[in-house]
């Protein structure tokens, strides 16, 4: 929360062996939690950590860009039931669920 407060840079990440992988979700309703608002905490997880990992042209939906997303039913904002609304995922531009 002090870091939210005096302006850091936060990204999410799933390399983490603290949870079991893909439970990391959790983590957008916890930065809001901790001060970031429902659309900071997305880009946290989005061009923020591509940005931070040096990757900044990765991270956004831009045309010729390789598509990796997560396409959800309702609103993308309400973390609190996104993992159960997930419609459609995308790696490299190609469907895959």
Do not use: C, F
Not at 5 to 20: C, E, F, H, I, R
Not at 25 to 54: D, F, N, P, W, Y
Not at 61 to 82: F, H, K, N, Q
Not at 83 to 88: E, G, L, S, T
Request: charged share 20%; no cysteine.
């Amino acid at each position: 929360k002090m870091a939210v407060n005096k302006g850091v840079k936060v990204a999410m990440g799933t390399d983490s062996p603290v949870d079991p992988h893909g439970t990391n979700l959790r983590e957008l309703e916890i930065m809001t939690a901790l001060g970031l608002s429902a659309e900071q905490a997305l880009v946290a997880g989005t061009s923020s950590a591509a940005e931070l990992m040096g990757l900044a042209d990765l991270g956004s939906v831009t045309e010729g860009a390789i598509a990796d997303l997560v396409v959800v039913d309702g609103d993308p904002y309400d973390y609190s039931t996104l993992k159960d609304r997930i419609a459609q995922v995308w790696k490299g531009g190609t469907r895959v669920v």
